[in-house]
């Protein structure tokens, strides 16, 4: 709470402070009862792999696939030593098999490049998932910041021709799902890394601007300090596609949490947010 108020005045220098509290946790957070195997190619470039991690005895389990975040030019499936294992960890220990996905950066691969990896990664584990023990009709996407701009292109634009194609839903937590190079947007240069320089595209290339293309059950999540305009572009979301489909998608608001201990709290003693996930799954499946 002491950071929170002051979080967007030095996003990268606060990430570091919540990393190293969090650190110590989850060391101590329970990691057995799984099975994980690191850096499986789904693609043919370096950073086209992914860490799978399988329950003990999994039979038809349901599969959550997390798409880190790292403002476009940045970002690795380790975060730290225990980031993001830990989100994938809890979902495993929930019966799930977790999927930790790599893809490619800006300014290497632009839009929509991360949608194009998801939709490897996806392929990759319907091929899989069976052999693993999991449900190859059961598949969700869990986008974290700039991994939420992927899933949400992936879900609901056009334009990149997916459409949600193979996924039950999707969980998009602390989404940046417009291209902005606002003022405020203290990544602006990194989106127009990943969108292109030419800002008349960027409202086309926004997951928002497509919320109504995709009937794809999804859940949002905000943190109550963000980084500047996420939680708008949250409630946005949610607002487009409750109008769209006259009924409110799940949202979540987690009280006293930033952009980045959103995340690095799963695998705590905190789980508030993860129980709000697997109902929103459940439901589907």
Not at 54 to 63: F, H, I, L, W
Request: proline fraction near 6%; charge should be negative.
């Amino acid at each position: 709470m002491e950071i929170g108020p002051v979080w967007a005045s030095d996003i990268l220098k606060h990430r570091d402070v919540v990393l190293s509290a969090y650190g110590p946790a989850l060391e101590r957070a329970p990691k057995g009862g799984s099975t994980v195997t690191r850096d499986i190619p789904y693609g043919s470039h370096a950073r086209q792999v992914l860490d799978c991690f399988v329950p003990d005895g999994a039979t038809n389990a349901p599969v959550a696939i997390f798409v880190h975040g790292g403002a476009f030019v940045h970002g690795d499936k380790r975060l730290s030593s225990e980031v993001y294992d830990n989100v994938l960890y809890w979902f495993a220990g929930q019966g799930f098999i977790g999927i930790n996905t790599e893809y490619r950066l800006a300014p290497e691969s632009s839009w929509p490049g991360g949608a194009d990896d998801l939709s490897l990664a996806i392929a990759w584990v319907r091929a899989n998932v069976t052999r693993l023990g999991g449900d190859a009709g059961s598949i969700f996407a869990i986008g974290h910041s700039a991994g939420s701009t992927h899933v949400g292109t992936y879900a609901y634009d056009p334009a990149a021709g997916y459409l949600g194609q193979g996924l039950t839903g999707v969980v998009l937590l602390s989404p940046r799902l417009r291209a902005d190079v606002l003022p405020e947007n203290p990544f602006a240069e990194n989106v127009r890394a990943y969108f292109g320089d030419d800002a008349s595209l960027y409202e086309a290339r926004s997951p928002l601007t497509h919320a109504d293309a995709s009937a794809l059950p999804v859940m949002i999540a905000i943190a109550e300090f963000e980084n500047p305009l996420l939680d708008l572009y949250g409630l946005e979301l949610a607002h487009r596609i409750a109008a769209a489909r006259r009924w409110a998608p799940r949202f979540v608001r987690l009280a006293g949490h930033n952009h980045t201990s959103l995340i690095a709290h799963f695998n705590t003693i905190e789980d508030r947010l993860g129980r709000e996930i697997v109902e929103f799954t459940r439901r589907l499946v």
